[in-house]
């Protein structure tokens, strides 16, 4: 099985930035895509942002330009800066990883348990 753990989140003002982070454990042989998705309240849960284990990196559109995703592939970690936060982009934020847990097994796909952010006008 496999954990993801994240932490980061709070309550900003417009313009303001915040930092997530994720921490994966468990049975890890391979991490391929780890990123970011968001769900606000009454709206599906999007992509935000997405990177291999090779750095190509997704954005939404909405986030272009504002938002840094990086990863630690050593340490199976990934972490988003967000500046030049908006109201609209309150939401609370999942962590996902795509994951080998072992050579012979096929990928599958976790998410964490979810950290709140909410920017204020």
């Known amino acids: 099985q496999v954990q993801l753990v994240e932490s980061g989140g709070g309550l900003v003002q417009a313009g303001g930035s915040l930092r997530l982070s994720c921490a994966a454990s468990?049975?890890?042989?391979?991490?391929?895509?780890m990123g970011w998705y968001r769900q606000a309240p009454g709206k599906q849960r999007e992509l935000v942002v997405s990177?291999?284990?090779?750095?190509?990196?997704n954005y939404a559109d909405s986030v272009k330009g504002r938002f840094t995703i990086s990863r630690d592939n050593a340490k199976n970690t990934v972490s988003l800066q967000m500046n030049s936060l908006k109201p609209e982009d309150t939401a609370v934020y999942y962590c996902?990883?795509?994951?080998?847990?072992?050579?012979?097994?096929?990928?599958?796909?976790?998410w964490g348990q979810g950290t709140q952010v909410t920017v204020s006008s």
């Open positions: 468990g049975s890890i042989f391979n991490i391929n895509t």
């Open positions: 990177i291999t284990g090779g750095g190509i990196t």
């Open positions: 996902n990883a795509v994951v080998k847990s072992w050579a012979w097994s096929p990928f599958n796909q976790y």
